[in-house]
């Protein structure tokens, strides 16, 4: 009987883009909205700044993120050129270099060098990308999966401290968006948690302890301003 098992490092790439979005989502609206509010702007103010904030800070995930994961591909792919080009040019040194990897690991010799020659025979460049140079198919670079992941998950992080102002008075803000917003983190690190199987508490701790040292640090820089104008 076939046994397929199911592993959370798969959802490593769009994972870790995911949370990062919405985390950055909701902190930097919510202080971005505390800060202007604080500054003793009205609702109407407080609003076009947190819109703003959100297109912005969704193009600069999407952007952020396409430009740092390209540079990632792009570096897997100049290792890849690179041993496809020693492999071509010199297979014995590279099968020695793979078995040598697998006695490393705790092969003796011989059977290190009957797996890498194996190996060899039927996936060279794949055996050296994952045994090599760590690349494989679960880690392999994706750009565009990436700072889509983050801009999605930006927008709707943000959406969330934007509708406490549309939907509450202005005078309340100060209390609403900062409490709201520690809940929506809370359960955006409880989240995360569950999906890649870590601790549920340390995450969630983690990502409102960080919430609320930024906004805190947003709210007073605007009051401090404000009472300057």
């Given at each position: 009987?076939r046994?397929?098992?199911?592993?959370?490092?798969?959802?490593?790439?769009?994972?870790?883009?995911?949370?990062?979005?919405?985390?950055d989502?909701?902190v930097s609206?919510?202080?971005?909205?505390?800060?202007?509010?604080?500054?003793?702007?009205?609702?109407?103010?407080?609003?076009?700044?947190?819109?703003?904030?959100?297109?912005?800070?969704?193009m600069?995930?999407?952007?952020g993120?396409?430009?740092?994961?390209?540079?990632?591909?792009?570096?897997?792919?100049?290792?890849?050129?690179?041993?496809?080009?020693e492999?071509a040019?010199?297979?014995e040194?590279?099968?020695?270099?793979?078995?040598?990897?697998?006695?490393?690991?705790?092969?003796?010799?011989e059977?290190?060098?009957?797996?890498?020659?194996?190996?060899?025979k039927?996936?060279?460049?794949?055996?050296h990308?994952?045994?090599?140079?760590?690349?494989?198919?679960?880690?392999t670079a994706r750009?565009a999966?990436?700072a889509?992941?983050?801009?999605?998950?930006?927008?709707?992080?943000?959406?969330?401290?934007l509708l406490?102002v549309?939907?509450?008075?202005?005078?309340?803000?100060?209390?609403?968006v900062?409490g709201?917003?520690?809940?929506?983190?809370?359960l955006?690190?409880?989240?995360?948690?569950?999906a890649?199987?870590?601790?549920?508490?340390v995450?969630?701790?983690?990502?409102?302890?960080w919430?609320?040292?930024?906004?805190a640090?947003?709210?007073g820089?605007?009051a401090?301003f404000?009472v300057?104008?």
């Amino acid at each position: 009987m076939r046994h397929a098992e199911k592993h959370r490092t798969e959802r490593i790439g769009w994972l870790r883009a995911a949370v990062l979005g919405a985390n950055d989502g909701i902190v930097s609206t919510a202080s971005l909205v505390l800060g202007v509010a604080a500054a003793g702007a009205d609702s109407r103010a407080v609003l076009v700044a947190g819109v703003a904030g959100l297109v912005a800070g969704a193009m600069s995930m999407a952007a952020g993120e396409y430009v740092s994961v390209s540079s990632q591909s792009d570096t897997e792919r100049a290792d890849l050129a690179r041993e496809r080009a020693e492999l071509a040019d010199a297979p014995e040194q590279e099968q020695a270099e793979l078995a040598q990897i697998y006695v490393r690991r705790g092969l003796d010799h011989e059977l290190a060098s009957t797996v890498a020659t194996q190996l060899m025979k039927h996936d060279a460049l794949g055996a050296h990308a994952r045994d090599e140079l760590g690349i494989s198919d679960v880690s392999t670079a994706r750009p565009a999966q990436a700072a889509f992941a983050s801009a999605g998950t930006f927008s709707i992080g943000a959406a969330l401290p934007l509708l406490v102002v549309v939907l509450l008075p202005a005078p309340v803000l100060m209390w609403a968006v900062p409490g709201s917003s520690l809940l929506f983190l809370a359960l955006l690190g409880s989240l995360a948690a569950r999906a890649g199987g870590a601790p549920v508490m340390v995450a969630a701790s983690r990502v409102t302890f960080w919430g609320a040292l930024a906004m805190a640090l947003t709210a007073g820089v605007g009051a401090l301003f404000g009472v300057a104008l």
